[in-house]
């Protein structure tokens, strides 16, 4: 399981989007991209997994189901995220300062973040459908958690009640340990999974733009980064995808 | 001038977005919209002036200029807002303690808040283009300070490098005391305008999806309410609007 | 056991600190206090168990060992804690609004606290001297994690290097599993031991004025609550005490 | 006015707390120490003046009026602070990082900071007496704010109601435009004085260990550091002290 980004994309997008050229595009092929709800059975027959970047989880987890649906369209959806410190590495830096964080809210990468193609390929892999994703992500001033508001145009003919959209990302996950998907009217909590390898999701339309509004929440050193790498592991060894993972999250 | 939301939208409005019916829709005519930049001739000439709601304001001054030039279009806007807590009044609520959201980004009313036919109007007001807007707000754990993040398409013809909409912001607020432009890869900072009436400004463009991405910090307790209607009273009285806001931001 | 404060003082001591007659002192007698490194052997021969409140299971590990073994006099002590603001409950109040608590540091109850008999008599319990302690604490803007600070006069002919005092740490604690003594110039990091039953301890000595100065830090809904009575619980079953606290701290 | 500490202390002390041989003791004898309404009339006869520390600012503020009305002995001070980051100044450190400070608080100096004999030279200046104190300053997650919890004795006769404490500190500050005395039961809040030249003073006694609890609060970076400057400059030149200092708080 690599937990760098070295096997999240195809070879083509490292020079536009890491600005190098990959030097072993034939390990590309053959890892597996490890959200492992979605491509559990990848997973399990690879010998590499891209343990995936902390954004991506949770907006393809929340999206993935209501594309295959054929529930919303892949063009032009607009993914905001908002990011805890810890997303930023233990790097000193002015802007991760307490002095600079406390109290702000605050963009950066906006005209071309690097998870921007991690997302659409990942919903592509999943889906077979290419989405077009505008992706803004902010830093705020926590120390873990990711929320995800992802913004997506409903289907002709996809009603305006949510319930559709719910139902789909009920039965996707339904016997999932990880993922826990809200009621009309719920917002993802990163408190609630904090310190755990769990994901909240939720999903409302706001019906005069016929806009399906998919909100996630992770902990991004857990379901983001370490979590997933575990879970992945015990996917590809052939263990309980729990194994190792029992911690609940702490309110913090 | 009126701080509540009393006379903020067509009478028609009130039904839907309020619960009731408007009792005295003659005001509403009467009653100018007080971003003071946008509608300062009105607000001179009226008796009545509704102050803005604290999203729609950095939300029109962003987003007015880049309409009014033709440069983005009026269809599917989407803004996304984070606001501290203050926006929230003061009245005891379990989601605005401190163990609560200390470390939380919670999305509310999701699928309708009311500042969403508020920030609608404000740009038809200013621009004469009735735009579609679907709006999230977000509660993050700060206590002063909003950042709003709009997603709007770039008009057919308009180019990707994002120098002509920064243009566009700079000529129409290059005389104002209250609005700073920011340039290429600056992020408006709430901390920079807190305890002020300032606003800060800036837009990027995503270029392979055209899509214009325009920033706004202010603070929620300022320019997104107190301040900015003593700004409106100044603009009533033909005082220079800079009397009583000389205070610079704090900060915190 | 009981996680609330009936059966922590003496009967006489009610009327004066919790404003109530106690009306069943023999109960109290049969209570153990339950500081569990501390007083072990009396609560496993114990059917009730007294849960400490969370001020005084650091100030009481750390001082005690310094008292038994002379190294510090018991006379004029001095408690300064401060708490995170899950020790006030969840009760709504204006104090521990966000805005309120955010960027705040708060004394409260100066003058009388509840916890300065039971330092007090925990400390006599642990040590057979009954030292006078004045303590005052103070909410500061965080969620969870306690850490008091404690002043105690170096008794005559304590050299003023602490090494004798960190050693007499090291020595009560050095086979405990949740206590764990910092070397010089070390502090308590209540974030160490965030969701964990852990207490971190330190001492330094101010030799110009003969003062040691005891840290102390613990998560206060931990080894200050929930995480010492499942310890006490084992200590009372005869289990091993790390029973159902294998959880590290998650660094919030 | 010098805004360093290169004239606080006397000539002999800086090899000791600052690690050097002070190169200029002859400008030591022409510096007046610079907290204003303690020696305004040597400031004002003065050409150079030492702007104190932040720590001592609301120690010796609160403490001197009682010790000279021979309220509390000057024996066995202790001082607790409570700094907010800025104090720390903008050298990035992994102790002043978000994700470091965040829901902790971290004592530091423990064994020797060097506002120690600052303080007590400030409230010799100020009493006649010198008193001995051990402080130990902790940083906590605000960015601004210093809370300062002070315990001293009792002198003999003193009665323990904390009526004659309050009415010294009244009486002293009475005429103070930046000075505030609180009643029974109220707590400095650093919050009230951010951003201004503001301290709030408070005084409780506990009588059981007849000990005075003198609680300050003050901006760091206003009465703590650039606002005193900006007082001590009127003094010097005979303005109204309130010069430039019109700023109230902004509770951040």
Not at 25 to 39: C, H, M
Not at 100 to 117: E, I
Request: charged share 20%; aromatic share 6%; hydrophobic share 40%.
């Amino acid at each position: 399981v690599d937990v760098g980004a070295d096997f999240r994309l195809a070879a083509e997008d490292y020079p536009e989007w890491y600005g190098f050229e990959h030097p072993a595009p034939v390990w590309i092929d053959k890892a597996a991209y490890g959200i492992t709800e979605l491509f559990r059975e990848r997973i399990a027959g690879s010998s590499l997994v891209a343990n995936p970047g902390c954004y991506p989880t949770p907006v393809a987890l929340g999206l993935a189901p209501l594309l295959a649906a054929g529930l919303v369209t892949p063009e032009r959806i607009v993914v905001d995220g908002k990011s805890g410190v810890s997303g930023a590495g233990s790097a000193l830096d002015p802007r991760t300062q307490f002095a600079s964080l406390d109290g702000n809210v605050q963009a950066y990468r906006v005209s071309a973040h690097q998870h921007t193609p991690e997302i659409e390929l990942a919903l592509e892999l999943a889906t077979g459908l290419r989405p077009t994703v505008t992706f803004v992500p902010h830093l705020v001033p926590a120390v873990r958690g990711i929320v995800t508001t992802v913004y997506a145009s409903l289907a002709p003919g996809t009603e305006t009640s949510g319930t559709p959209l719910r139902q789909a990302l009920r039965e996707a996950y339904e016997d999932e340990p990880f993922v826990r998907v809200l009621g009309e009217g719920e917002a993802p909590n990163p408190k609630h999974v904090a310190g755990s390898n769990g994901c909240e999701l939720a999903v409302e339309v706001v019906a005069r733009s016929r806009t399906a509004v998919v909100l996630g929440a992770i902990d991004n050193l857990g379901k983001g980064a370490a979590g997933q790498a575990v879970q992945n592991l015990n996917a590809m060894f052939g263990l309980p995808e729990t194994e190792g993972l029992s911690a609940i999250g702490v309110y913090p």
